[in-house]
């Protein structure tokens, strides 16, 4: 059975940094592009980053590259998101996603990632 666990969320103040974790089991991790959405209520689930199993390529959304790092340890099964000079308009629930069937291709959209995790609340204060 695949799981996604997240950890890492909480509050920081705008400028401050947050490092997310997504633990994998039951499989998913090799093999599969890792992958973070974020969601606020009303709005819908938005690409942040993803990273490749094989070459560590990755694919970032313009609202935060240069500020935002996608990394993955496979000894781990992990998948850690490094969020630097954060901003308020960060705040949001951050989804870990596996996509297992992309043959390697950094994907962006929510219907390619068929594994989601059960999301951590990042809120950055001004």
């Known amino acids: 059975q695949v799981q996604l666990v997240e950890s890492g969320g909480g509050l920081v103040q705008a400028g401050g940094s947050l490092r997310l974790s997504c633990a994998a089991s039951?499989?998913?991790?090799?093999?599969?592009?890792m992958g973070w959405f974020r969601q606020v209520p009303g709005k819908e689930r938005e690409f942040v980053a993803a990273?490749?199993?094989?070459?560590?390529?990755?694919n970032y959304a313009d609202s935060v590259k240069g500020r935002f790092t996608i990394s993955r340890d496979n000894a781990k099964n992990t998948v850690y998101l490094q969020m630097n000079s954060l901003k308020p308009e960060d705040t949001a629930v951050y989804y870990c996603a596996g996509a297992p069937t992309t043959g390697g291709r950094v994907v962006s959209r929510p219907s390619e990632y068929a594994y989601w995790g059960q999301g951590t609340q990042v809120t950055v204060s001004s």
């Open positions: 039951g499989g998913i991790f090799s093999g599969s592009v």
């Open positions: 990273n490749n199993w094989s070459d560590g390529g990755s």
